[in-house]
Nanobody
């Protein structure tokens, strides 16, 4: 059984930074692309960033491009989301997710991911 545990969320002032972490276990982590999604209050879940199985390719949503970066450490079975210049509009529950198939492309839709972490709350105050 695959398990994803997200951490690192919290309350931060606008302009601040946070780093989210996601620890994976249960299958060969390095074979699968990973993604971060978020769900703002009262809104649908949306793609934030994704990274290929090797880490060589990333895909960042336009809304956070230039402020967020995604990375992974396959030796530690970890994926990270570094968030900088945070805005109140970034307030959401953030989820990490694992791709459905090995060696896949960096998908931006939630149906491409079959395992999800429990979510971590990020709140940005103005």
């Amino acid at each position: 059984q695959v398990q994803l545990v997200a951490s690192g969320g919290g309350l931060v002032q606008a302009g601040g930074s946070l780093r989210l972490s996601c620890a994976a276990s249960g299958r060969t982590f390095s074979n699968y692309a990973m993604g971060w999604f978020r769900q703002p209050p009262g809104k649908e879940r949306e793609f934030v960033a994704g990274i290929s199985w090797s880490g060589s390719r990333t895909n960042i949503a336009d809304s956070v491009k230039g402020r967020f970066t995604i990375s992974r450490d396959n030796a530690k079975n970890m994926v990270y989301l570094q968030m900088s210049s945070l805005k109140p509009g970034d307030t959401a529950v953030y989820y990490c997710a694992a791709d459905r198939v090995p060696y896949g492309v960096v998908a931006t839709t939630s149906d491409a991911y079959d395992y999800w972490g429990q979510g971590t709350q990020v709140t940005v105050s103005s």
